[in-house]
T-cell receptor, first 112, second 114 residues
Framework: DGGITQSPKYLFRKEGQNVTLSCEQNLNHDAMYWYRQDPGQGLRLIYYSQIVNDFQKGDIAEGYSVSREKKESFPLTVTSAQKNPTAFYLC???????????FGDGTRLSIL | AQSVAQPEDQVNVAEGNPLTVKCTYSVSGNPYLFWYVQYPNRGLQFLLKYITGDNLVKGSYGFEAEFNKSQTSFHLKKPSALVSDSALYFCAVRDRDGNNRLAFGKGNQVVVIP
């Protein structure tokens, strides 16, 4: 079945540690997105990519980094510079144009 | 910049009654509008979209939404709510400039009371 796979489902970070969240899609979508979800704040865009080897900062990119080396993969690294990383992270993808974004089932990141 | 307002934090409705979730938007030019639903610890599921044409859009699971340009609104409706409709609902908007970025509202928790 086609879809978006996020892993792991739960992740714990120690102080000073970088952690990487995986996002893989087999929908042949062009664009991929990373969102952060906090209770009562909706979804906020971290980074997005419309084409391989290119990506743009969203509204809250500080303390995060991404890469887009393959069309199907868009990993997100939460660096130690992100002082409040506890949140639910959602990855999405879509074809360019008017199609809706499809979402993975998220990774919940917590601080140890 | 595009933005969405979902003015109510929670919507309570009795099972079998009509359900309405409100959304107003701000965007330069004509919008693309979307509704999504989220169940606990899951990703967002697409319900419906307005791109152009008929102002009344029908989507999944019996939901529909009406685009009102003069009021810049895109309210989600269902004629008869089910307990299984209890979830978090998000409205989203993007403009037509080609950057493919969505702006989401903060979400509305819908509670359908048996």
């Amino acid at each position: 079945d086609g879809g978006i796979t996020q892993s792991p489902k739960y992740l714990f970070r120690k102080e000073g540690q970088n952690v990487t969240l995986s996002c893989e899609q087999n929908l042949n979508h062009d664009a991929m997105y990373w969102y952060r979800q906090d209770p009562g704040q909706g979804l906020r865009l971290i980074y997005y990519s419309q084409i391989v080897n290119d990506f743009q900062k969203g509204d809250i990119a500080e303390g995060y980094s991404v890469s887009r080396e393959k069309k199907e993969s868009f990993p997100l690294t939460v660096t130690s510079a992100q002082k409040n990383p506890t949140a639910f992270y959602l990855c999405a993808s879509t074809f360019l144009g008017t199609q809706p974004q499809h979402f993975g089932d998220g990774t919940r990141l917590s601080i140890l | 910049a595009q933005s969405v307002a979902q003015p109510e934090d929670q919507v309570n409705v009795a099972e079998g009654n009509p359900l309405t979730v409100k959304c107003t938007y701000s965007v330069s030019g004509n919008p693309y509008l979307f509704w999504y639903v989220q169940y606990p610890n899951r990703g967002l599921q697409f319900l419906l979209k307005y791109i152009t044409g008929d102002n009344l859009v029908k989507g999944s699971y019996g939901f529909e939404a009406e685009f009102n340009k003069s009021q810049t609104s895109f309210h989600l409706k269902k004629p008869s709510a089910l307990v299984s409709d209890s979830a978090l609902y998000f409205c989203a908007v993007r403009d037509r400039d080609g950057n493919n970025r969505l702006a989401f509202g903060k979400g509305n928790q819908v509670v359908v009371i048996p």
